[in-house]
């Protein structure tokens, strides 16, 4: 975990390194779980949907970069 707290227009989020370049973030959170410097085990709850960061409805930011750039994640994800 690198990161977790208020950042503008994403609200409470939590940015998760895996390493080789690759981040995730998640963004509109509630509540926060981690914080930084924790490790975060696959399948762990590392945080609540909520309204924060602009949003009017709970909802869930997700992206993942790599190197510093967007990337889709479709690759990651289960059909």
């Known amino acids: 975990m690198v990161f977790a707290n208020w950042l503008r227009g994403f609200g409470l989020i939590t940015i998760i390194d895996h390493g080789d370049g690759y981040m995730t973030l998640y963004g509109h959170s ?10 975060v085990a696959a ?10 960061g602009g949003t009017d409805h709970p909802a869930l930011y997700f992206e993942v970069r790599h190197n510093g750039k967007t990337t889709n994640p479709r690759r990651w994800l289960a059909d």
């Open 43 to 52: 399948g762990e709850s590392i945080a609540l949907a909520g309204r924060t």
């Open 30 to 39: 509630s509540s926060l779980f981690t914080s930084p410097g924790d490790w």
